[in-house]
């Protein structure tokens, strides 16, 4: 088996953007998207989102294409969801998602900004490209290459401290980020 480190954060949103998650809803979909994930060989960090959208923070092995591993999660969870005679059926999602990858070390982050969505979205501290769906006239975010350079001793031992095994949240023994 090959070694990898592949960490994603995943959003998508509901059909015309209806708010049809609401509680009792939310938690029966989010099931359904852990359970899927992890069946297709995912490790899942964080599920959350708001009425109307939903995201996902996992490590996703490279021997499933991205795009259909969100593809089946998606699906799975709206078809067991409206076949299981919930009141609140059905549920569609808009086809569009946004995806974006991120290292070990922002892991704590972006599980805290996932976990914490309803407060960002209620005291609108939303990071706005996070919350996106589609991809028009958004600039990718880019760092000089002077942050990259290999020989730089403070990266190195910053590196060295994720040989440590994960815990449960994805964190290596490193205080937890809030966001």
């Not at 998650?21 to 060989?41: C, D, F, M, Q, W």
């Not at 942050?147 to 590196?159: A, G, K």
Request: one cysteine or more; hydrophobic letters at 40%.
């Amino acid at each position: 088996m090959p070694y990898w480190q592949l960490f994603y954060h995943i959003v998508w949103a509901t059909k015309k953007r209806e708010p049809v998650l609401v509680p009792e809803v939310e938690s029966i979909i989010h099931n359904y998207l852990r359970t899927k994930a992890i069946g297709l060989g995912a490790t899942v960090f964080a599920v959350n989102g708001c009425a109307d959208h939903v995201h996902v923070v996992a490590a996703i092995p490279p021997k499933i294409r991205l795009s259909k591993f969100i593809g089946q999660i998606k699906a799975v969870a709206t078809a067991k969801f409206n076949k299981s005679g919930h009141p609140q059926a059905p549920i569609y999602w808009q086809a569009e998602y946004a995806v974006f990858s991120f290292d070990r070390k922002r892991l704590p982050n972006y599980v805290a900004y996932i976990e914490r969505q309803k407060e960002h979205h209620a005291k609108n501290t939303v990071i706005p490209i996070l919350e996106r769906v589609e991809g028009q006239g958004v600039k990718m975010i880019r760092q000089k290459g002077e942050h990259y350079m290999v020989d730089n001793e403070s990266w190195r031992q910053e590196m060295m401290v994720y040989l440590q095994p994960l815990d449960e949240l994805g964190q290596p023994g490193l205080p937890g980020a809030v966001l």
